[in-house]
């Protein structure tokens, strides 16, 4: 995939992002779209360190404020189309801010040209689901790609999206989790 105009963050990616100490380096290699219920809810805080249990705020409100990244919302119209698509099973396996990606990259034309990461097998085999397989890259390869070299989890990486990736084009053909 060549370097995305555009490149649209789950929670986790933020999050994994903040604790790789990378964020802002990130934000000034590529252009960041996060969805606005990642920022006014899932992705407010990560966990420093997984023993202590500390946890710092992250503010990408006031990335947004400063133009490092861009908020953008879906309505709830978007939200429903993209949602209609899937079974009920599987639409509860979506976070709120996986869906609202989704309806972005689905429904908004200006961001046509953005790539989708996300460290969430279902919010990956959704994207395939709905038609944005293409679009969907690992972290791991944002990071190489933007000469960041840091060690990812395995939900980040190029293998696991792969697999999600090609897990949700055999879901629509099968139509596994699809709406009937």
């Known amino acids: 995939m060549a370097k995305p105009k555009f490149v649209l963050l789950d929670a986790g990616p933020v999050i994994a992002l903040h604790e790789a100490k990378a964020w802002t380096q990130f934000c000034t290699r590529y252009d960041v779209v996060v969805p606005e219920s990642v ?7 990560h ?6 249990g500390f946890r710092e705020t992250i503010d990408v ?11 953008v919302s879906a309505d709830s119209d978007e939200l429903t189309q993209v949602a209609r698509r899937f079974s009920a ?30 460290g969430d097998g279902a919010a990956i085999q959704a994207a395939a ?7 969907c890259v690992a972290l791991e390869t944002l990071l190489d790609g933007a000469g960041l070299k840091k060690p990812v989890t395995w939900a980040f990486t190029a293998e696991f999206s792969r697999q ?3 897990r949700g084009l ?11």
């Open 39 to 45: 920022v006014m809810d899932e992705a407010l805080w």
């Open 47 to 52: 966990s420093r360190d997984a023993t202590t």
């Open 61 to 71: 409100k006031r990335d947004a404020e400063a133009g490092r990244v861009r908020v």
């Open 89 to 118: 099973g599987f639409i509860d396996a979506l976070h709120e801010g996986e869906l609202e990606a989704l309806a972005i990259l689905s429904c908004n034309e200006h961001f046509s040209e953005c790539a989708f990461c996300s």
């Open 129 to 135: 689901m709905a038609g944005l397989a293409e679009r």
């Open 164 to 166: 999600h990736r090609d």
């Open 170 to 180: 055999e879901n629509l053909i099968t139509g596994f989790g699809m709406r009937r």
